[in-house]
């Protein structure tokens, strides 16, 4: 075996163990929840008032998004994931709170704010099962103020106390209105005084988050900052 080769699978073994050990943490995941919603029909003819395609709506789904899929990913490693956000007082929303329900996550850091809706981004897919399906357009339904009393409160609250339980916390940051100066200051002083893993993956700027364990920016959000 080769230097190279030998390297290389101790860097494969040395990740499966960091997965492996995924089991059994206990992980808060604060941010945006979003609803992805999946429209999917299949294409019958072309519009006689505008050069678009009529699809045949066969089939409508909604599955985590934002930080709620970060939480997903989190809970098939083996993690037990607590979540703080909003949703709102919608048929997304209720959608969305059964698929957390399904995976098992608790969501009792999960509020309903009737002053906003569910953040939905709607995926017009046009095709079949027998074929690639196409995307065709998105629709995205946001607000992106920030979480207005009393539901920042109520998730501030949450947070300190859930934050003495848990092995790690994630910052999920679509620019949705979770992650405000006030829920950063509740949460990553009180983190770091614990000793907690503190991960953020944000979409706007990196500079608001001092002293945290990891960033994962992806290129053009890493270039903004630098």
């Given at each position: 075996?080769?230097?190279?080769?030998?390297?290389?699978?101790?860097?494969?073994?040395?990740?499966?163990?960091?997965?492996?050990?995924?089991?059994?943490?206990?992980?808060?995941?604060?941010?945006?929840?979003?609803?992805?919603?999946?429209l999917i029909g299949r294409p019958t003819r072309i519009a006689r008032e505008a050069p678009v395609l009529i699809l045949e709506l066969q089939e409508e789904r909604i599955v985590p998004g934002g930080a709620t899929n970060v939480a997903v990913n989190a809970r098939s490693l083996g993690a037990e994931v607590f979540l703080a956000g909003v949703v709102g007082d919608d048929l997304p929303g209720q959608n969305l709170r059964?698929?957390?329900?399904?995976?098992?996550?608790?969501?009792?850091?999960?509020?309903?704010?009737?002053?906003?809706?569910?953040s939905?981004?709607?995926?017009?897919?046009?095709?079949?099962?027998?074929?690639?399906?196409?995307?065709v357009v998105?629709?995205?339904?946001?607000?992106?103020?920030?979480?207005?009393?009393?539901?920042?409160?109520?998730?501030?609250?949450?947070?300190?106390?859930?934050?003495?339980?848990?092995?790690?916390?994630m910052l999920s940051d679509y620019e949705n209105g979770v992650i405000s100066p006030d829920i950063i200051e509740a949460c990553i002083p009180a983190a770091?005084?614990?000793?907690?893993?503190?991960?953020?993956?944000?979409?706007?700027s990196l500079f608001r988050f001092q002293g945290v364990t990891a960033?994962?920016?992806?290129?053009?959000?890493?270039?903004?900052?630098l």
């Open positions: 075996m080769t230097f190279n080769a030998h390297a290389s699978e101790l860097a494969v073994s040395h990740l499966r163990s960091l997965i492996d050990s995924f089991a059994g943490k206990r992980m808060l995941v604060i941010g945006d929840m979003v609803a992805d919603e999946y059964r698929a957390i329900d399904d995976l098992g996550m608790h969501q009792d850091g999960l509020v309903t704010d009737t002053t906003r809706p569910t939905t981004k709607t995926r017009i897919m046009a095709g079949s099962s027998q074929v690639v399906r196409q995307h998105r629709l995205d339904r946001v607000d992106t103020s920030d979480v207005s009393e009393p539901y920042k409160g109520q998730i501030i609250d949450y947070i300190k106390q859930v934050l003495p339980t848990i092995d790690a916390v770091r005084a614990l000793n907690k893993v503190i991960v953020v993956d944000s979409h706007g960033l994962t920016p992806n290129q053009p959000e890493a270039e903004l900052t």
